[in-house]
């Protein structure tokens, strides 16, 4: 059974910055890829960023890219989503999700394991 616990949400004011850190467990976090998605009120899940198992591929959603950095520590079992010039609509629950082995993607019906997700609110 693989757990994957987020941390690091929480209220800022927009153009500010968040990392969010998810923390997974298991001996095989190495050879999966990890993703980030998100879920606004009254919205569906959405895509934000994912990165494959040795880091050297990463995608991004068009609404992130340039603001957002996804990267990963395979000696922590962690991986991290930098959020700089952050925005009201980035306001959700942040969710890290455990993708399939090796290769990144942007479909979430491919992660198998998803942590409890993370508020970020960013205030106007």
């Known amino acids: 059974q693989v757990q994957l616990v987020e941390s690091g949400g929480g209220l800022v004011q927009a153009g500010g910055s968040l990392r969010l850190s998810c923390a997974a467990s298991?001996?095989?976090?190495?050879?999966?890829?990890m993703g980030w998605f998100r879920q606004a009120p009254g919205k569906e899940r959405e895509f934000v960023a994912t990165?494959?198992?040795?880091?050297?591929?990463?995608y991004y959603a068009d609404s992130v890219k340039g603001r957002f950095t996804i990267s990963r520590d395979n000696a922590k079992n962690t991986v991290y989503l930098q959020m700089n010039s952050l925005k009201p609509e980035d306001t959700a629950v942040y969710y890290c999700?455990?993708?399939?082995?090796?290769?990144?993607?942007?479909?979430?019906?491919?992660?198998?394991?998803w942590g409890q997700g993370t508020q970020v609110t960013v205030s106007s």
């Open positions: 999700a455990r993708g399939p082995l090796k290769m990144a993607t942007m479909r979430g019906s491919s992660y198998d394991y």
């Open positions: 298991g001996r095989t976090f190495s050879i999966y890829a």
């Open positions: 990165i494959s198992w040795s880091g050297g591929n990463t």
